[in-house]
């Protein structure tokens, strides 16, 4: 039995009340179930709390979603700490407690691969600033200068004396020290935790059923609800007859949440889903009841040849590059809507009272999960706290925008005082997600007579995700992050190809589909985008599709490091086995540099099978290689389902595919081997969630057409018929 | 009403006969390493063992067992996490958000248990659960791992 369902309903709240804002993260079935707060254990400082015993506990602000960021922010912060890695444990602090001191933990969002690329410096401090004030501890408990310690191991020891003694023995003296305010960070070439490849810290119990996740919360006295939002976007509820189900086993009540969703609350989430199917529900489509697949993409047709777009990057004259070209080559290629589908659907516990507001869920961005609280409440975020709950998945779809939070919040306010879990079923959880924007591109090249490229004119059209979420950041018309990729320079994602000529713009056309960061956000569509055409290019200019990058990358030798990794290790230039053809592909995102080469065959009959992989990645530092390589692989899973299957269609206003059987993604029969290359070369810090996904579109797509001289350019791969003409 | 033998337990559950034996091990039971994923038997996130078959719990009403048909869940599967799969998905670090992964398992340990020595073949045709964030590769690796074998990807 779950062990929360056995405590008494006030013994939970006041051992919530009791515990605050911190044990009730990542542990709450445990520390409820204890019956007690545990014994209260001052901080050394926001990161870092060391018990008596000399068990340490690591506060980890962003959300750990399976990329394995808990692990590698509690090694670099145990790092500078010098701590025994073996007595770390980690705990989220909320929302609110970090809004209560005045966001000692900075950013809790939890996207953009930023995990470890943003907070590395502030949290590598926070362990060093601790290890100091333990040390300083221990120096004054023994009279001698703290320089004369040396910290090793959570041990401290005085080198002319040779006494010793350990943090949890000191860490109450060392709370009560003023924090240093100079603290000098290590050379990463120094490291002896971070830098390796140990083990997650949170395997264990995935692997037994223990690992609670947002769906598995139960609370006392707690109801279930399942909810039916207008599946037109921008519709909203006519009428419904709550009275036909209100005697149906387990039915509490049936609610309308705002303006377009209704939830049936009961004793069981199966009871309430099995009510919801009975509710008689009358729906006002609104005004978008007529847009289909095919209307948007007319919409977007029209923007590839709009006079007005916003410039991404732009050098020379391109259209006069491409007018006076010896030979010019076009394409016009699509990306469709796509679903983050995590495993886990969209859920949350909330409990409201007039007085306060209390929220569980999975979420990328406690804050905002806070914020949305708050509004939903209608109580200011100070009544309000969140409290995060593991993801089974998220990929951006639990960050930006938590509707069902405010769904959640929404129907508990019909319930005061007593705590209701909103759970999305598979079907809701696709017709209201926030997907992948949709765009086209159209791309024209310009090659002189000795087929070098002179001028590179691309126009995307399309959905903006920053106009959908956060219009307050698009100026004077201009979405930065559609040209993810495609920067003439910078940190995040600069274009590495060194082309004279260039404009690359983007007219905005906006479907009333909602927009969604999705795991690689922007650098999947404007890789396969890239990175296919310059595979046109090359053939048109009757090169090699290495060597004509190679020459084009001379001035970017990192993009041009991991291109020519992959080409090496996977064998380019070389016979492939029989049947099997090669393509390449590379980027830079998320601070990173990405390149694959795919292996693949494809059969007389059209059928695809993709072998192999070949991955490098520099991302600079790399803080736990074995993890940096699963999201590699764990890239390709991602980035193969979208290319092979990931469609969502829209069809009187409505998305179409409602569960994986008519949205399909990756399984393991699919699956090819992946060799990752991991070369940090040092010096930045880049992300290693989403780079890798957009390489692995554009290297299969190449080498399809390596194997059977057909392009592809409107994605998935499944409408392809790639049988042998 | 149904009665029910989970992890060697017999226990009365009072719910509609057409609830799905997946609601019943979560919500009655208390048992949640099982997950609810897509509710049509597509993902496996839901698998358990049926007499030692994995079965996908969400698409079985609760009508169709009877207490002679032994039930093993996740939280049955050893009483310890000494499973040789659940040490060899540890040694490897397979789960990434864990959420697919009792339900790998489950389909994992019914596989070996019918076929001890499964080629890459076979395990890529026997486990047809979904994973989003990507494990397949290691899972593969901790199947062959756990079956005695030491190959990786393939």
Known sequence: MNRIASLPRRGFLQVSAALGAFTLGIRVPEAAAQGAAPAATPEVNAWVVVKPDDSIIIRIARSEMGQGTLTGLAQLVAEELNADWSKVSTEYPTPGQNLARNRAWGNMSTGGSRGIRESHEYVRKGGAAARMMLVEAAAQGWGVPAGECRAANSTITHQPSGRTTTYGKVAEAAAKLTPPTDVPLRDPKDWTIAGRSLPRLDTVEKTNGKQVYGADLTLPGMLNAAIRDCPVFGGKVASFDAAKVASMPGVKKVVPVGETAVAVVADTWWRAKTALDALPITWDNGPNAQVSSASIAEVLKAGLEAPEAAIGNRAGDAKAAIAGAAKRVEATYGYPFQNHATMEPMNATALWTPERCEVWTPTQNGEAALAAASEAAGLPPAKCEVYKIHLGGGFGRRGAVHDWVRQAVDIAKQMPGTPVKLLWSREEDMLHGRYHPITQCKLTGALDAQGNLTGLAMRISGQSIVAGIFPQNIRDGRDPVVFQGLSPGGEEGAFGYAIPNILIDHAMRNPHVPPGFWRGVNLNQNAVYVECFMDELAHAAGKDPLEFRRALLRGSPKHLAVLNAVAERGGWGQPAPEGRARGLAQIMGFGSYVAACAEVSVSPAGELTIHKITAATDPGHAVNPQQIAAQVEGSFVYGLSAALHGECTVAEGRIEQENFDTYPVMRMMEMPAVEAILMPSGGFWGGVGEPTIAVAAPAVLNAIFAATGKRVRQLPLKHADLRRA | ?154
Not at chain 2, 31 to 60: F, N
Not at chain 2, 78 to 102: E, F, N, T
Not at chain 2, 123 to 141: D, M
């Open chain 2, 1 to 154: 009403m149904a009665r029910l033998n989970i992890n060697g337990r017999v226990v009365e559950i009072a719910v509609e006969d057409d609830t799905p034996l997946l609601w019943a091990i979560r919500e009655q039971v208390g048992l949640t390493g099982t997950k609810y994923g897509c509710g049509v038997a597509q993902c496996g996130a839901c698998t358990v063992h049926v007499d030692g078959v994995a079965t996908r719990s969400c698409s079985m009403p609760v009508s169709a067992f009877d207490e002679n048909q032994k039930i093993v869940t996740i939280e049955g599967l050893s009483p310890d996490g000494s499973h040789p799969l659940q040490k060899a998905w540890v040694a490897l670090d397979v789960p990434q958000c864990g959420y697919c992964q009792s339900g790998m398992i489950m389909a994992a340990a019914a596989l070996l248990a019918a076929n001890p020595k499964p080629s890459d073949a076979d395990i890529r045709g026997e486990i047809t659960n979904i994973c989003r964030c990507g494990t397949y590769n290691r899972v593969q690796a901790a199947i062959k791992q756990a079956a005695g074998g030491n190959q990786a990807n393939g």
